[in-house]
């Protein structure tokens, strides 16, 4: 490949800026089309936040757990035309003081709160703690959360993890982070409500080898110290970073909580028990530790667990979850209205869009970007 285009000649249909599944599903299905595409991703391997690496035989997920779940079957059905999917069943515990509770709040976790055996029974607890704590209009994140689900849970289960996630007292907290919460009358401790869950068999990387097979990819490659050159070997853009660098932060910068982990081989083949398990007192600073052997049922002679510790984000670190609060949104709302009128770039993924997505839910907006754009833009129209 020559270093610089021809002058007035585009090497590429398609630049992708980011190998996630965003930028991952369109440069597929941009190839079947025709269409020629280069991603490039600043990280040194390919696959965004779903990346595993492989440590003493097991997919470490190195960016966090992360479980398909999904109720489109047509989404379900195209991830398994690259890999086949495992039965895994996300059923995380809840460490409290030493305690072990069952999440998702169901009639496990009720049993082991108060020794009730009923939903009638546990009902009746729930709606009295309401009762006794309830505020006509919740004005921050532990009103809200006690009018939904009273005392014992939120003190328990609740109050302590959130405060560590997002760094500051559930009191200075919006309510709107907790619009509500899952509470099941029945013993069931399948973490999601969707019809198809799972994780690759072979780890995450056999998904994206699987979209990305065929086409040129870059790592350790970031857009932004070159970006001329970039944009002047592509006919389009998907942009799948940062909007808010992408526009040189011109409303300001947009914020993030990040995250820290910490992995570790532990010579023993079963560490405890379980793929998840959440710490939810306050006093603990990691949040939740993963045993990933669990997410592929893995017989291997010793285990990694990774401690996941939530941190304040500075740009040096990676951006997980957006802070959707007024004044984010209303800069978020100034980016995003510059790219609206841009008609060479595309913009895609939860940096680029400033939204806290599940994987399912990227995978069916870039199937839809894909729709929506090469049905539209008449020059690209292959059908």
């Not at 009295?128 to 939904?148: H, K, M, R, Y």
């Not at 014992?152 to 919460?181: C, H, S």
């Not at 893995?298 to 959707?324: L, M, R």
Request: hydrophobic fraction near 35%; aromatic fraction near 14%.
């Amino acid at each position: 490949m020559p270093t610089e285009p021809d002058k007035g000649k585009k090497i590429y249909d398609y630049l992708i800026v980011g190998s996630g599944l965003f930028g991952s599903v369109f440069a597929h299905e941009a190839t079947k089309r025709g269409k020629k595409c280069l991603i490039i991703d600043k990280r040194n391997h390919v696959g965004g936040n779903v990346f595993c690496e492989s440590i003493e035989g097991i997919n470490v997920h190195k960016y966090g757990a992360h479980i398909f779940h999904t109720n489109d079957k047509a989404v379900w059905d195209y991830v398994n035309s690259f890999v086949e999917f495992n039965r895994y069943t996300n059923s995380p515990l809840a460490n409290y003081k030493g305690k072990l509770y069952n999440l998702p709040f169901n009639m496990n976790t009720f049993y082991q709160l108060w020794g009730v055996k009923t939903p009638a029974e546990a009902q009746e607890i729930i709606n009295d703690q309401i009762q006794l704590s309830t505020t006509a209009s919740p004005a921050n994140l532990e009103e809200q959360a006690l009018s939904l689900v009273g005392t014992d849970i939120y003190e328990k289960l609740i109050k302590g993890y959130t405060e560590k996630q997002w760094g500051r007292p559930a009191t200075e907290l919006p309510a709107f982070i907790i619009k509500r919460l899952p509470v099941r009358f029945t013993y069931d401790n399948n973490y999601f409500n969707d019809k198809y869950q799972g994780i690759p068999i072979g780890g995450f990387n056999k998904l994206i080898d699987g979209l990305t097979k065929g086409i040129e990819v870059k790592t350790e490659t970031d857009y932004f110290a070159n970006r001329d050159h970039w944009d002047d070997i592509a006919e389009h853009t998907v942009f799948t970073g940062s909007i808010d660098q992408f526009y040189g932060y011109a409303f300001g910068q947009l914020e993030y909580r990040s995250l820290r982990f910490e992995h570790e081989v532990v010579n023993m083949p079963n560490y405890q028990g379980n793929a998840v398990v959440n710490y939810t007192e306050r006093e603990i600073p990691y949040t939740r530790i993963i045993e990933h052997k669990h997410f592929e049922f893995g017989t291997q002679a010793n285990t990694v667990v990774t401690k996941e510790y939530p941190e304040d984000w500075t740009p040096e670190k990676e951006a997980y979850y957006p802070i959707n609060d007024a004044h984010n949104n209303g800069i978020f709302a100034s980016y995003k209205a510059l790219a609206e009128m841009e008609s060479n770039v595309i913009f895609g993924g939860r940096l680029a869009t400033y939204q806290y997505y599940d994987m399912h839910q990227i995978v069916a907006s870039a199937l839809k970007t894909v729709s929506v754009h090469f049905t539209t833009d008449k020059d690209l129209i292959t059908m």
